[in-house]
């Protein structure tokens, strides 16, 4: 008698997880869809992007005479970042609260192979896929895929990104084991 309710239980646990699972890999069709709030550096503005962010946790002068407007998220060690010159949004780091959310393989679909692949300086078990023309980048866990972080600036070629983001991740693993 027992057997049954455990197997509807199961059942039930297991629907709610492709559903969930299922749901996210119908939202990422295109560049836009991975956009966050449709902010896009070099064409939003920096009071319509600190509109749509709401209230600042906090701000840091950058020594490059650009600010970044700091928001708390609800990944800890993760916090959303805005960045701000000449009154228009150039650099967005934003938190991915739930890794379940966007697989690498999801962005991969979408945007195509990465132009430059790398390491993140974060952690050693996480891996970065860099759009440099589209201005996206893409740090998610080595096992699985899931995308912890992902970050928007002005698109450039290859060797601007190079010169100016490139160097936060690097193209050989950069730690001693």
Known sequence: MLAKPNVFIAILIVLAFLLKSGAAYCEV????DLLHKNIMPGKTSADEALKIMGKTEKTRKNDDNTVSHIYESKKQGYPNEVTVKDGQVVHMAIAVEDTTELNIKQVHKALGEPKRKGYSFYAFTL???AYPEQGM????????G??????FFIPRTLDEF???????????????M
């Open 146 to 151: 899931g995308v912890v972080e992902k970050q």
């Open 29 to 32: 069709k295109a560049a836009g």
């Open 162 to 176: 190079e010169k100016t983001f490139g160097k936060n991740f690097p193209t050989e693993y950069p730690y001693k």
């Open 127 to 129: 891996r970065v896929s």
């Open 137 to 144: 980048v893409f740090i998610y866990e080595e096992n699985g």
